[in-house]
Structures are given as C-alpha cells and as structure tokens.
Nanobody
Framework: QVQAVESGRDLVQAGGSLRLSCTTSGLRFDDHGMGWFRQAPGKEREGVSCIGWTGGGAYYADSVKGRFTIPRDNAKNTLYLEMNNLKSKDTGTYYC??????????????????????????WGKGTLVTVSS
C-alpha cells in the first residue's frame, strides 16, 4: 500500500518560515516526480512546486518564486517544501503528489509538467498551513 504522509502543519505569522515534509512508503521514491500542490479556501488545487525524480528541474509557480524551495532526499524517501517570507495568500491545504517517471520525457523537464496536472498517481491527505497577517 502506497502512502505519502505530509507533516509541518502550523499557524505562522506573515513574514515567517515553515518547512513541510512528505515521507513516502510503498513506492520507489527515486522513480517518481514529486510535487507540492496547494488548495486555498474556495479555490481549486494548484501546483506550487514540483521536481523530477533525480532532483533536477525544479519548477516554482510565479507566486512562490524566490521564497520557496523544494529539496528531495531520495535516501530518506522524503520531499520537503521550505517556505520563507510567508504571505497570507500562502494559506491553504498543501498536498504532496507523486507521479511515476514513465509519464515524462526526462527528469529535468518533469517539474512544470507535473505541476500542471490534476491527476497524478498518488496524493497525500494534505496538511494545513495558515498564515496570519
């Protein structure tokens, strides 16, 4: 059974920082592109940041460029989202996503493609991030 478990749920003040983690089991982590999606209240889920299975080609939505980074540790089967200078518009439920490499031309090009998807192989259950202004 595949599991993707997010952690890092928190309430933070605007301007603060937070790190989310997503640890997977039951899948070959280094064969999957990974990403973070966000669903704000009353809005559709959107891709925030995604990365290929080798760790290259990270993609960031314009709204988070320069503030978020998406490292992955294949030895620990864990994906991270490091968020700095948080803004109230970053509030939402953050979902971890995993999608097998077969859907992509290369790891380096996987990021933007994955973040544009609505259907992926596996979703986490989500973790809530609230940024107070």
């Amino acid at each position: 059974q595949v599991q993707a478990v997010e952690s890092g749920r928190d309430l933070v003040q605007a301007g603060g920082s937070l790190r989310l983690s997503c640890t997977t089991s039951g899948l070959r982590f280094d064969d999957h592109g990974m990403g973070w999606f966000r669903q704000a209240p009353g809005k559709e889920r959107e891709g925030v940041s995604c990365i290929g299975w080798t760790g290259g080609g990270a993609y960031y939505a314009d709204s988070v460029k320069g503030r978020f980074t998406i490292p992955r540790d294949n030895a620990k089967n864990t994906l991270y989202l490091e968020m700095n200078n948080l803004k109230s518009k970053d509030t939402g439920t953050y979902y971890c996503a995993a999608d097998a490499y077969l859907s992509y031309v290369s790891s380096h090009r996987a990021g933007p493609v994955l973040c544009g998807k609505t259907n992926v192989d596996y979703w986490g259950k989500g973790t809530l991030v609230t940024v107070s202004s």
